[in-house]
Each structure stands twice: as structure tokens, then as C-alpha cells.
């Protein structure tokens, strides 16, 4: 029997993904709402409020899905660009896209992308570092294409530093997010993938560590309900090294 979870190590990780979200994509947005009663927005709205984009500003939204991030942006007059490797969760993004809004959506990897260096001012991912095979990778390929100065925000979810509030909320997305996904997607390991993900994820504190690793900048990190959704937010050093 071929296994069910959409979790996998190593090289096999990009593949079951792309599938999970080739398959979810008409459903997404969705259940989305429901599993965050609605407050996915919030946050999105916020982490668009962090990223304080000026006019003329060019942006990157990674795993852009159905591009709710990059709709932000573009809905306050930016270029953006908005990245994903999943041809389903591209066409929902197309198909909700306006003639007013200028987003181009492209098909590719977030870990080694088309673009040359220092190509955005601000770049965004949106419950995506989760996903990818390797964080650090990620993250560096993330600065090659900030300029000088450039903003860095990743939203995901959080490990919440409380036990009890860890522990609850560890236990609805272990039991009600998974019913979620059986009852209006018919796929209840594509949810159950969110807490397996999790557990392999550093979050929020983790990725504080990674993005001075990779030697990002003026890092903070924005909790929301005690840490169950956050935002890490990073700056390109103004003046690189020669
Ligand atoms: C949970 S969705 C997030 C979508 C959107 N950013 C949002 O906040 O609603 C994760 C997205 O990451 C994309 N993704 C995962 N791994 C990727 C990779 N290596 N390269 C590009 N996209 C990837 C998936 O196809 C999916 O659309």
C-alpha cells in the first residue's frame, strides 16, 4: 500500500507537495476561510502592513498559490510577481487576477529561481518555507534576490511557546483541520500534512536563527495568538561587503 501522507524527506518532498496542492487548488481558498475563520486575511493584511512597500517598489511573492498575498500588493498600484510550482494553484490565481492589476504569475521552484540577482525590493512567502525541501537553501536564493535594503516576510504557522496553548492547538489541527479537508476536499492527508509539516518546521524561532545565518538583518518576529501564526521579518544589508 503506497504511504498516504504528503510529508516526505529529502528529495521526494517537492513532488508530493506540488501534487497535495495540484489537488487541493479549487478547494483552497475555502478552506482556508474555514480553518482560520477567515482570519488568514488578518494576518496576510498585516504582514502586507510590515512589508511598507513604496511606490515604485517591485515585489515577489513566493508560493504565491492563489496569489492572495500578491492581490494585496497589486491592489495598492505595485508590479508583483508571484512564483509557485503548482500549475492548479497558478490557474485559480489567474482566473481571480483583474485587468487593473499588474501581477505577472510564473511556474518554478522557490528554491532556485529564474531571476537575476537583486531583482525585488520586498519579498513575501506565505505559508510556503514550511513546504520546501530546504530551509537555508531557500532563504539564501531569498537574499540573492533582494536589493540592497530589501524586506524580507515569511508568514506561517507558529509553535506557540505555552505547553497548554501548544498542546490545543497541536489537538485541532491534529483533529478539525483534517475533517475540514475530508468534508470539502475529500483529502484528509493534504490537511493532516499542515501539523506533520509543523512538527518538522522550526518556526518562528528557528527561522530567526536561519535568517541570521544567512546573514539578513534587522530580524523581528510578530506573533499572533501567543505564537500560533507569525511573521518573521528580515532586511538585505544596505551596504554588502566588497
Ligand atoms: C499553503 S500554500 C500558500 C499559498 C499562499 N501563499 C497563501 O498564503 O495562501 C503553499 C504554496 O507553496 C507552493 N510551493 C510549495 N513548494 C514550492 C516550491 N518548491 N516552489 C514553488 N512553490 C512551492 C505550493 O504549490 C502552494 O501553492
Known amino acids: 500500500m503506497s504511504d498516504p501522507s504528503y510529508f516526505q524527506p529529502g528529495a521526494e518532498r517537492g513532488a508530493r507537495v506540488n501534487e497535495l496542492f495540484d489537488r487541493i487548488a479549487p478547494r483552497y481558498d475555502l478552506i482556508n476561510d474555514i480553518q482560520s475563520a477567515g482570519l488568514h486575511r488578518v494576518w496576510k493584511k498585516w504582514l502586507w502592513m510590515l512589508a511598507q512597500p513604496k511606490p515604485g517598489e517591485k515585489i515577489l511573492d513566493l508560493c504565491t498559490g492563489t496569489g492572495d498575498i500578491a492581490f494585496l500588493f497589486a491592489d495598492h498600484g505595485h508590479d508583483v510577481t508571484g512564483l509557485d510550482f503548482s500549475a492548479e494553484m497558478l490557474r485559480v490565481a489567474n482566473q481571480r487576477k483583474t485587468s487593473t492589476q499588474r501581477i505577472e504569475f510564473l511556474r518554478g ?23 520546501l525541501a530546504d530551509y537555508g537553501k531557500a532563504l539564501l536564493e531569498m537574499k540573492r534576490l533582494l536589493r540592497p535594503g530589501g524586506r524580507l516576510l515569511i508568514l506561517d504557522f507558529g509553535k506557540p511557546d505555552n505547553f497548554f496553548l501548544r498542546a490545543a492547538y497541536y489537538v485541532y489541527l491534529h483533529l478539525a483541520v483534517p475533517i475540514f479537508g475530508q468534508i470539502f476536499c475529500g483529502n484528509r492527508a493534504a490537511y493532516a500534512y499542515i501539523l506533520e509539516s509543523l512538527k518538522h518546521y522550526p518556526a518562528q524561532r528557528g527561522v530567526d536563527d536561519l535568517l541570521d545565518a544567512v546573514g539578513l538583518e534587522n530580524r523581528r518576529v510578530v506573533n499572533f495568538f501567543g505564537g500560533t501564526m507569525s511573521i ?6 544596505t551596504d554588502p561587503p566588497t
Not at 123 to 129: D, F, K, S
Open 109 to 131: 521552484d522557490a528554491m532556485n529561481t529564474p531571476f537575476p540577482d537583486q531583482s525585488f525590493d520586498v519579498i513575501t512567502i506565505g505559508y510556503g518555507l514550511r513546504n
Open 232 to 237: 518573521n521579518y528580515a532586511e538585505k544589508n
